[in-house]
Nanobody, 124 residues
Framework: QVQLVESGGGSVQPGESLTLACTVSGGTWDQLTIGWFHQAPGKEREAVLCRNRKLGGAGYTTSARDRFTISRDNVKNTMLLQMRSLKPEDTGTYYC?????????????????WGQGTQVTVSL
């Protein structure tokens, strides 16, 4: 059974940076496509960034394209989400999700495995 555990969330001020980690166990790491999702308070879960097993990927939001970076550590079976110049609208719960596919998707329902989420709060 594939298990995902997110870490690295916290409370920061606008303009600061955070790096979130998604550590995967119980499955074949190199068969998985990993995505990061953001759920702001009272809103739907939204895809942020994705990296597939062939090191291709996609950024789905303006924040992702402008200020966030995703990277894959194949030694530690960890996917990192590096967030810089954080803004209050980045506040929310960040989830990583995995699917046994070569393809990224921004549709939450196609991901088979989910972590429990890590909270990010950006405020003065």
């Amino acid at each position: 059974q594939v298990q995902l555990v997110e870490s690295g969330g916290g409370s920061v001020q606008p303009g600061e940076s955070l790096t979130l980690a998604c550590t995967v166990s119980g499955g074949t790491w190199d068969q998985l496509t990993i995505g990061w999702f953001h759920q702001a308070p009272g809103k739907e879960r939204e895809a942020v960034l994705c990296r597939n097993r062939k090191l291709g990927g996609a950024g789905y939001t303006t924040s992702a394209r402008d200020r966030f970076t995703i990277s894959r550590d194949n030694v530690k079976n960890t996917m990192l989400l590096q967030m810089r110049s954080l803004k209050p609208e980045d506040t929310g719960t960040y989830y990583c999700a995995a699917r046994k596919s070569d393809y990224c998707s921004q549709t939450p329902g196609v991901y088979e495995y989910w972590g429990q989420g890590t909270q990010v709060t950006v405020s003065l």
